[in-house]
């Protein structure tokens, strides 16, 4: 089967500008995730989705950054505007959902510098 | 709250040494517990898992049990190999299922 699907691989932009990314996770998987991933560090999450409906984004600077799942497949995540602490791998990850111990498959992720 | 706490790496082996990596976990109640492995340039990769006290999950050698007592989920091969080198991740998921990492380990295994 496929896996999850990111784009772009490599992002650099400068502070203050905005930038989005995507995730096509795999089919038929109804929870969808978003991580970031600072260097050193593991990751950690930004935003659930169970189909189209947010499930947990206690942990999104709703300042800046905003996820959206229209058709309960694709997501996009965008950041505006960037700041420097924002450098991270952007994570996308998907499961069947439904059950604790169902796994979460990885995208490649998206590595964003910020200049 | 939730927490995973790992060894520090990294981690250097010599190939065909035997390896552990420590993982402890402070949770309430009794979360499934998953050792994830990431490759250079590459996203996470689930490695084996554990959804209760005792188990013991394994996968491509490597194996790893459910300590309750000791709230413990200890990474183990017995013969490391150079293509084992990468960071390995300690989770466990929470009763919303949302999964809550440790800070990784990396591996390096030499020749």
């Known amino acids: 089967e496929a896996g999850v699907a990111q784009s772009p691989r490599y992002k650099i932009i400068e502070k203050r500008q905005s930038v989005a990314f995507w995730c096509n996770p795999i089919s038929g998987h109804a929870t969808l995730y978003w991580y970031q991933q600072i260097l050193g560090q593991g990751p950690k999450l930004l935003i659930q989705?169970?189909?189209?409906?947010?499930?947990?984004d206690s942990q999104l600077p709703k300042d800046r950054f905003s996820a959206e799942r229209l058709k309960g497949v694709d997501s996009t995540l965008k950041i505006q505007p960037a700041k420097l602490e924002d450098s991270a791998v952007y994570l996308c990850?998907?499961?069947?959902?439904?059950?604790?111990?169902?796994?979460?498959?990885f995208g490649d992720g998206t590595r964003l510098s910020i200049l | 709250g939730n927490s995973v706490t790992q060894m520090e790496g990294p981690v250097t082996l010599s190939e065909e040494a035997f390896l552990t990596i420590n993982c402890t976990y402070t949770?309430?109640?009794?979360?499934?517990l998953f050792w994830y492995v990431q490759y250079p340039g590459e996203g996470l990769q689930l490695l084996l898992k554990?959804?209760?006290?005792?188990d013991k999950g394994s996968n491509k050698g490597f194996e790893a049990t459910y300590r309750k007592e000791t709230t413990s989920f200890h990474l183990e091969k017995g013969s490391v190999q150079v293509s084992d080198s990468a960071v390995y991740f300690c989770?466990?998921?929470?009763?919303?299922?949302?999964?809550?990492f440790g800070s990784g380990t990396r591996l390096l295994v030499r020749p």
């Open positions: 949770a309430t109640g009794y979360p499934s």
């Open positions: 990850a998907s499961s069947l959902g439904g059950e604790t111990s169902a796994p979460q498959h």
């Open positions: 989705f169970q189909n189209n409906g947010v499930v947990d």
């Open positions: 554990a959804t209760k006290a005792d």
């Open positions: 989770a466990l998921m929470d009763s919303s299922y949302k999964l809550i």
